[in-house]
């Protein structure tokens, strides 16, 4: 045997005992498949933040179902001359409706009380724009109406309570409805409201008051023109609003500056889209009429 037959012999045998590749798979020399390796897949990442979920806002014109108000800024006043504004906790005091008996209870720190229609000569008339209850405190008239739907506004709303008791009335006003929550509130932009203005006069069509988010301001100019009064008159709001709460407080001037008083609010709805101011306004002698502001965007 010549090298030559000797190197295709050595080649022929090493074949014969390697085996084929099938595929690119190999086998052992008895023939056995060889295993192929076992992969460990890779640790699962970290779940994925979820975005906050904003809880659904009641319209505060829906009395078809029982209600609880939240978001309350109060204001009261006696009727005698001069007339002062008193501002109370919002969250000293809470009113509800309960749908069966169309009854409204306010609960106050140290008193509740419950006007159903058909009890001690209560009576409901109910559109649209109010629910108004007529009841009798000893032998004087008293009045309270909820205001709803305030210059086509939907999640805020207004309650006036009017008591012609004498010697001393009472009226009391109160803004009611959803207010924003915390993680819906604007944090940029200025938002600008369609402004009506009740109880104190009737503002001019077209009216705007702006929130910057930003700076956490409120401002605007209104003209309004005051119950009994011929001509509008330019009231001045000035605010800070509270990021945390959404509540808005600050003051109102007339351009002439003779009267001037405190505005408290706060916003409401699905991203501040509404918002309600109760304000008033003192003259030199310390007499102070308050009103009602709504707004939307």
Known sequence: MNVHQYLLLSIACALAVSGC?????QQAANGTPTPAPVLTPAPPGPSPTPTPTVTAYSPFADFSLDRNFTGLVLASTTQTIPASV?????????FSYRAATQSFTRAYPNSQSTITPGVDGT??????????YKYVIGTSDAFL????????AIYVGYIKDLENVKPIGFSGFT????PTLALDLPVAGTTIYQATVVEIGAAS???TVAV?????????????????????????????LDPQSGRVDGTVTTADG?????AHGRLYGPGGGEIGLIFDLKDSTGNASPGVLIGRK
Request: cysteine-free.
């Open 212 to 240: 910057d988010a930003s700076a956490r301001r409120l401002s605007g100019t209104i003209a309004v023109t005051m119950n009994g009064g011929s001509a509008p008159i330019n009231l001045i709001l000035d605010g800070v």
């Open 123 to 132: 009576t409901l008339a109910q559109t649209d724009a109010a629910l108004a």
């Open 205 to 207: 069509a077209g009216q």
């Open 86 to 94: 008193i501002y109370r906790d919002p969250d000293a005091t809470t």
């Open 258 to 262: 003779i009267l001037k008083g405190a």
């Open 175 to 178: 803004l009611a409805g959803a």
């Open 21 to 25: 590749s099938d595929g690119g798979s």
């Open 145 to 152: 109406t909820i205001h709803r739907n305030v210059g086509g």
